[in-house]
């Protein structure tokens, strides 16, 4: 009976959960109708429309979301969970705890990680741009008059919409989910509608008029798949935004309401253009039984990518929040939105340069066709990353046998492989935008990393060992201070390059002295009763580890707070942190460094205007002590 109950009441949350989901996982996939058939029948590579082709197009793209975003997300790859958080990054986290792999086969996984992140950021451009492209061109639909007006329209949302952002999303975030439901269920009874006229489109559910389309026009399949994949385009989001509404919640939202509506679009659009091929202009807008519906779908397709746009963008402000974290990335600053979720929150440098670059690729491609072309070569090639990232993982951590694991990656590798390989032609279209632009990102990202663990080196190399520092100081050291001194250090057994300078300049330790060694683990999170451990040593010094998931806010103030509880109260007032502010100078041109001359340049403008550590550990600024040193690289 007890259970019973239990099911009944989850029931309602596992609703509400799957409608706020709407809201914000299905918001890219679910605009794809705006676009794809479009693409498909008038695009660059445009077929002919006849009930063979027609078929085969459905039927392809009934197979592309059911092996792809069906099978292989919702069904698979969502068990691949880091601790309930999905995403490029966990994945990687995962894969990166294979046993006895080799440092090389590591690093590769690990650079495939960061170039499948990297290109989330392209993503992350071209969603808005081309999502609310393609709605307000539903203008010219109205009236060819209001063409020239598209392009301001546009550009006005996007400003506006990213201009919001430093408010964050949660005010509106509750409407989310029920007007993305209104759309989805707009987008069935529009498509129910055409069918209804052409019943006969129901057949290309049957995987045969996919294959006779494939083998019948095999040049012309290859260009079109192309464009199908469109309607694919935000799956992987199913995955990232597992975290924020479960699994369970995202298998039953899309299974019970999105691809079922979803498809029946799709299936209406293709009876309209064989009832009426000259439709193909705009065979979404077109879909409405009468003219005086269309500015009120215009509407609400607007939003509806609007809100597709929010989704991803606040996906790229998570993954710049993620990859500071695990090390990948410069401090940048960070404001939380809100004073419940940790997971809204706004990254002011980010927003202003995706809002320039979403401007120039609308001001530069002007029509949703010019950018469709960019559009696939990103999302087909982070697919595949993450069909061998998860091959890695039910090899290697899930312990599947060589045959079951290499016949996982054959299947999708070769759907994968298609998609990918019929965008590859589009590079000199456009679609060369999303790869420069991840390929930026992905030098970025490296060279941080790389910067960051070479400097670590130099820093440890001039280090001196604790255990002898104490030693020297039990003996007859420095004058005591009262108070508490708070040193960050990189390595918990060396003393901190900041207190060897404190002592050289001021002579004095305080009577209580704590290293505070902060770790970011390759889980999300971490719960506060494993947040700190207190390690006490001779001569008033203390060793404080402080763990913190990469998802979780690095406020080291709240951290400390924590350690009464192991006996080690904090008074901030009494409390001075005494921070290294290292200035990276290069080598020589005489001297061979570890680092290419370019990235020695790179990572040091990096490294200047990273934010403060102050600022990222939220200290307050009226306790900290800086004490400044070179550090050649």
């Given at each position: ?9 989850a029931?309602?949350?596992l ?28 695009g ?82 071209i ?33 506006v ?25 707009t ?23 996919a ?22 385009t935000g799956?992987?989001a ?11 919640s ?16 799709y ?20 879909l409405?039984p ?15 990518t ?8 606040s ?5 710049t ?18 004073l419940h979720?940790k997971?809204?929150i ?32 990103a ?5 595949m ?64 990393k ?7 080196e ?26 508490t ?6 390595s ?17 330790l ?84 570890q680092m ?7 990572f ?18 009226n ?11």
């Amino acid at each position: 009976m007890s259970t019973e109950n239990a099911e009944q009441g989850a029931s309602p949350r596992l609703a509400a959960t799957a409608l706020a989901a709407m809201g914000v996982v299905f918001g890219d996939i679910g605009t794809s109708p705006l676009y794809t058939m479009k693409e498909v029948f008038g695009g660059h590579h445009p077929l002919p429309i006849d009930t063979d082709t027609v078929l085969g197009i459905l039927s392809l793209v009934f197979w592309a979301l059911t092996i792809t975003v069906s099978l292989k997300y919702v069904l698979f790859i969502m068990r691949a969970d880091n601790k309930g958080e999905g995403g490029i990054m966990a994945l990687t986290a995962l894969a990166l705890r294979t046993a006895n792999a080799s440092p090389r086969l590591l690093w590769a996984l690990s650079a495939l990680g960061i170039f499948g992140a990297a290109l989330f950021y392209g993503d992350a451009v071209i969603t808005p741009a081309m999502s609310v492209l393609s709605a307000v061109e539903g203008l010219e639909v109205v009236t060819p008059l209001l063409k020239p007006y598209v392009l301001p329209v546009t550009v006005g949302i996007l400003v506006v919409l990213f201009a919001f952002q430093r408010h964050g999303t949660a005010a509106v975030a509750a409407l989310f989910g029920p007007l993305m439901m209104f759309w989805f269920a707009t987008l069935g009874a529009l498509g129910l509608w055409n069918v209804i006229e052409h019943p006969y489109v129901l057949v290309a559910i049957n995987p045969w008029y996919a294959l006779v389309f494939i083998f019948d026009h095999q040049g012309m399949a290859f260009l079109a798949l192309g464009s199908v994949v469109l309607a694919i385009t935000g799956g992987e989001a199913l995955y990232a935004d597992m975290g924020h509404f479960g699994r369970r919640s995202i298998k039953w939202a899309w299974f019970a309401c999105v691809f079922p509506l979803l498809y029946l679009n799709y299936l209406g659009q293709g009876a309209l253009l064989l009832a009426d091929p000259t439709a193909i202009s705009s065979p979404f807008f077109r879909l409405v039984p009468h003219p005086v519906l269309l500015i009120p779908l215009v509407v609400l397709a607007t939003l509806a990518t609007v809100i597709a746009s929010q989704a991803v963008i606040s996906g790229a402000f998570s993954l710049t929040s993620q990859a500071m974290q695990l090390g990948y990335c410069p401090r940048i600053q960070i404001k939380f939105t809100s004073l419940h979720e940790k997971g809204q929150i706004y990254v002011p440098n980010i927003n202003w340069l995706l809002l320039l670059a979403v401007i120039a690729v609308v001001l530069g491609f002007r029509s949703s066709s010019n950018l469709a072309a960019a559009y696939g070569i990103a999302v087909t090639l982070t697919m595949m990353i993450d069909t061998i990232l998860a091959f890695v993982v039910v090899h290697a951590l899930w312990n599947w046998s060589w045959p079951r694991a290499i016949l996982f990656l054959v299947f999708f590798v070769v759907v994968d492989f298609a998609f990918f390989s019929a965008n590859v032609i589009k590079i000199l279209d456009g679609g060369w935008f999303p790869l420069v632009l991840g390929l930026a990102v992905f030098l970025l990202l490296s060279t941080w990393k790389l910067g960051r663990r070479l400097l670590s080196e130099r820093l440890q190399q001039d280090s001196m060992p604790l255990d002898a520092f104490l030693a020297s100081i039990a003996t007859g050291g420095p004058q005591r201070v009262d108070g508490t001194s708070v040193f960050l250090t990189a390595s918990p057994d060396g003393v901190p390059r900041a207190m060897l300078h404190n002592l050289y300049h001021n002579k004095v330790l305080h009577q209580r002295v704590v290293l505070l060694h902060v770790d970011t683990e390759d889980v999300p999170h971490i719960p506060d009763d494993e947040r700190v451990r207190v390690e006490a040593l001779s001569g008033g010094f203390h060793r404080v580890y402080v763990r913190y998931g990469f998802s979780d806010e690095s406020n080291l103030p709240r951290a400390l707070e924590l350690c009464a509880e192991q006996g080690l109260p904090f008074e901030m007032m009494e409390t001075s942190f005494f921070l290294g502010r290292e200035t990276v100078v290069r080598l020589p041109l005489t001297q061979r460094s570890q680092m290419a001359r370019w990235r020695q340049v790179l990572f040091t403008w990096m490294f200047r205007n990273a934010e403060s550590v102050t600022a990222y550990f939220r200290i307050p600024p009226n306790r900290v002590v800086e004490l400044g040193s070179q550090v050649e690289l």
